[in-house]
């Protein structure tokens, strides 16, 4: 186990870069005394978001980078040709060992292209995917896979939730995870092509606890600790997932602030609700992890702000003290 975790963050991708970034990152050093955080963007742009702020300047160190890549941009070639951006640079640190993880709330396609291409995968791994934490009733769930493989096959979709076991277990602390398959029926006979070819394999696959179907209804509830589908799939629930929760939040205050009695009632309630409406912000599970590759990469919401990042940071504290990526190739290839 590391003495010293290091931390790539890409300081210039994302809505709200380099401020919210910034302030994420600093966030997290001043919680956690076990990080040291590596800001990868335009020098004088961060520096001046630095500026005023109470860290541990040992703990915090700036890479320059002149180029940014930008979300519209074609992924293959921006990571081919801008070899000075922050998410090159901060995705190289992770490949040569310098830093043990990777962070970004830029481009999606480019993180994906670059994890695999610069980061590489774990030897065996077929298809890595993005895997976010959700909240639920009794926690969270891993959603695997959220938006790298929308034409993912049954083998890959095996993969997916023998990775997602493995980091619930070791990152979330969850023994034996429950492990579930989307589907439009409890039923094993229901299901596209796709799951009625899956569904037989998850069953007999032996280092997973398969629990059957689940109907995405039934994801809130916290009935699975894994939730495996592909990635179309995935992206659809978690893009639903995130509005829902964001519109409840909406629809609650408003209510709560509508007449005279009710602003009485709230001032009673708000600290039990701010406590549930927390459990269900997103931005308190940090972001989706790239799993399956030799080194850590997070993606984060491209609106991720300081809370977003800084809780990402501490994911990747957790996710590289467990020795995840070592416990992948022990449980999966040897």
Known sequence: MPDNICVAIDAMGGDNAPCEIVKGALLAVNECDKVTVYLVGVTELIEKELTGKSYDR?????????????????????????????LVKGLTMVKEGTCDAFISAGSTGAVLVGGQVLVGRIKGIKRPPLAPLIPTETGVSILIDCGANVDARPEHLIQFAQLGSIYMEYVVGIENPKVAIVNNGAEEEKGNALVKETFPLLKNCPDINFIGSIEARDIPAGIADVIVCEAFVGNV????????????????????????????????????????????????????????????????????????????VLQCVQFTEQEVGKKIQERLFS
């Open 58 to 86: 040992n703990r915090v160190v700036l890479i320059d980078a002149k180029e940014i890549i930008d979300t519209a941009e074609p992924p293959v070639m921006a990571i081919r040709k801008k070899k000075d951006s922050s």
């Open 237 to 312: 629930i978690l893009k639903l997932y995130e509005g829902v929760g964001a519109t409840m939040i909406k629809i609650i205050k408003k209510g709560m602030l509508s007449t005279a009695r009710a602003k009485i009632g709230a001032l009673l309630v708000k600290p039990a609700l701010k406590k549930t409406l927390k459990a269900f912000d997103t931005e308190e599970y940090g972001g989706a992890p790239l799993l399956g590759l030799n080194g850590l990469v997070v993606k984060t919401h491209g609106s991720a702000k300081a809370i977003e990042i800084k809780n990402a």
